[in-house]
């Protein structure tokens, strides 16, 4: 299978690359674990975790901002087509303008 990136190209941005505040985001990262593993998250329903799951991988781990800030990049309550998804990333102050 043809590989979407040459692991060369891979390894040399990796020498310096830093994930700001890791240690936070990996006990973010490990309390969703542990709530799979030994709390509720696997019986509760989808839509009762659906918002902090949201808030916490795509706003906390992987820093996207939504509402008010101004050049928001993620949006829960959004319709595409005629569709709701559970969230849509996309640079929403272009799309605005």
């Known amino acids: 299978m043809a590989q979407l990136f040459k692991k060369n190209i ?12 890791f240690e936070e985001k990996l006990e973010i990262i490990k309390k969703w674990h542990n709530d799979y ?7 509760d329903k989808e839509i009762s975790r659906a918002p902090g799951w949201t808030q916490d991988f795509l706003g906390e781990i992987l820093d996207y ?3 008010p800030s101004e050049n928001f990049t993620y949006d829960t309550e959004y319709t ?12 929403f102050n272009r799309w605005n303008t």
């Open 65 to 67: 901002t939504r509402k």
């Open 37 to 43: 593993h030994n709390g509720s998250l696997k019986t």
């Open 10 to 21: 891979i390894k040399e941005k990796l020498i310096d690359f830093e994930i700001q505040k």
């Open 80 to 91: 595409v087509l005629g569709q709701r998804p559970d969230f849509v990333l996309c640079n």
